[in-house]
């Protein structure tokens, strides 16, 4: 095994115990990128040389006697050779690394000047010891679900999935050992369901998103995107905490260990099924296995129960009535100047924003603050909800509508973010876990949600899944590479 083949928790024990160095392992990675890349293009920019040298830094640290023990801030304690210490890392071109161009993958920045500081997430992770590999391309502004730049891991004719797509395809194609994302109708679960790995979803204001570009405020989260559920707990475990710069930081405390416990018992865990609106308009290769996952919870000992999803109807006009004014707000400086930098799919949609009224907007909210409320009564009854992540696989790169059997039609865009918008507008953790292939090869990924702040269950369950099936959900590094239509 290469080591650009290794798991997060995989890699770390490696370097832990000293049978692989951070510079054996950022080298791997790198030449896995440069392999992968003319196929994928996952990734905006390359920081080679600033990975090695942060792997060089990590293996000094290692080899340095132990500084005499001292009060350190909690953000910073897990950098002392944490789990993470040496790990290769991408982030999405929305956030802030220092010295870095910041590019939303749009033709608005070009010529930007670099960032003059890090985020708190690209902190946080610099801290606990990680290599930044790149930063990974994003459907421009993350105001789309299919990143039209980037090719799926498992077959460059299909779409990479959005708006994280350049992080998900680099964590499928083994081009770096996890990746950050941003998620506000979908954009973390949908690109890591299209491509095999696992993407977590936290709860709005539990990750920092201070020097991260809003698409939406009200809306955006920050989480990781990894190939196994304990790899993102991992990350999780430096990500999450209070950040005062973000007006929505919730008042957590940091560095909590969100890993799950070994072993695959569900006992005593309540598993929600839906009756509605989940497996409606869903591909029936992905009905057959989400339904078969679910039924692997109960043989892990969980109890299912039948749940109603509230407010359904409202869901779309409740995304988009948030969505779409607050993503206009926040360009209507540059929309005016220079309108037509933006490509024709994100100028249409911030034009539409700004015909909204604030009545709309009004309604929006109103609506949300009912549907979280009515989501929350559901969850007092229920641990998790486990529901398809999107109703159908990744499609070919030119399909632009998706007809279900009942002679009903949608866009692409409007299939891929109708089952992971309701996470997002209420709030709550959403994990996206591979459970199987379609006939044409191509992943799927069912979601747990629960409640606000209850992310050490939704990573337990989908721990528990992982481990109990006998071959790993995430994409192999049989993925699609080199020149289009090659394999490695």
């Known amino acids: 095994m290469q080591p650009y083949e290794l798991t997060l928790a995989a890699a770390a024990e490696e370097i832990r115990t000293r049978r692989l160095s ?20 996952a990734y905006v920019t390359v920081t080679a040389e600033r990975a090695r040298e942060s792997a060089r830094a990590a293996e000094r640290a290692m080899a340095a006697p132990a500084p005499a023990r001292a009060p350190v801030p909690a953000s910073v304690a897990s950098a002392s050779h944490g789990p993470l210490h040496g790990i290769p890392v991408a982030l999405k071109d929305l956030i802030d690394v220092a010295g870095l161009a910041t590019t939303a993958s749009s033709r608005v920045r070009e010529g930007r000047p670099t960032a003059d500081a890090d985020s708190t997430v690209a902190a946080r992770l610099a801290a606990a010891g990680t290599a930044l590999v790149g930063k990974t ?23 990479a999935g959005g708006s994280s797509g350049g992080s998900a395809v680099a ?8 990746a950050l994302g941003t998620d506000t109708g979908g954009s973390i679960r949908v690109p890591a369901a299209l491509n095999g790995v696992v993407g977590l979803k936290p709860t709005y204001g539990l990750v920092p998103r201070h020097g991260v570009t809003s698409l939406s405020w009200s809306l955006d989260h920050v989480g990781p995107l990894t190939r196994t559920v304990e790899d993102a707990a991992l990350v999780m475990s430096v990500l999450a905490g209070h950040d005062p710069r973000d007006p929505a930081s919730l008042p957590t405390p940091t560095s909590v260990d969100y ?6 018992d569900l006992r005593g865990v309540r598993v929600g099924v839906p009756r509605n609106y989940y497996f ?13 996952a679910v039924e692997q919870l109960r043989a892990l000992g969980a109890t299912l129960v039948d749940v109603e999803i509230p407010m359904t109807r409202y869901v779309q006009a409740t995304q988009w009535g948030l969505m779409v004014p607050e993503a206009t707000a926040y360009h209507e400086r540059t929309l005016r100047s220079a309108p ?4 024709a799919d994100i100028r249409v949609l911030l034009e539409a924003g700004a015909l909204m009224s604030a009545g709309d907007y009004l309604r929006a909210q109103r609506a949300r603050t009912l549907m979280r409320q009515a989501w929350l009564r559901m969850l007092d009854e229920v641990d998790v909800v486990a529901a398809p992540t999107v109703p159908m696989t990744a499609v070919r790169a030119d399909q632009e509508v998706v007809v279900w059997p009942d002679g009903t039609s949608e866009s692409v865009s409007d299939a891929y973010v109708r089952l992971s918008a309701p996470a997002d507008i209420t709030g709550v953790p959403a994990l996206s876990v591979p459970v199987g292939r379609d006939g044409a090869g191509m992943p799927i990924g069912m979601q747990l949600l629960g409640r606000p702040l209850g992310e050490a269950t939704v990573l337990r369950v989908g721990h528990a899944y992982e481990e109990s099936v006998p071959a790993r959900g995430y994409a192999p590094v049989t993925a699609p590479a080199g020149p289009r239509g090659d394999a490695l």
């Not at 964590?171 to 996890?178: E, G």
């Not at 890993?259 to 695959?264: E, F, I, S, T, Y």
């Open 340 to 343: 037509e930098r933006y490509g």
């Open 259 to 264: 890993r799950p416990l070994p072993g695959a």
């Open 22 to 41: 951070p510079v054996e392992l950022v080298d791997s990675v790198l030449d896995r990128i440069a392999r992968t890349e003319p196929s994928l293009q």
């Open 171 to 178: 964590v499928a194609a083994a081009a770096a050992t996890f």
């Open 280 to 292: 409606e308009h869903v591909d029936p290769d992905v009905e057959l296995a989400v339904r078969g």
């Open 137 to 159: 391309h994003t459907h421009e502004f993350a105001y789309g679900l299919t990143t039209p730049q980037t090719s799926n891991a498992w077959d460059p004719d299909r779409v």
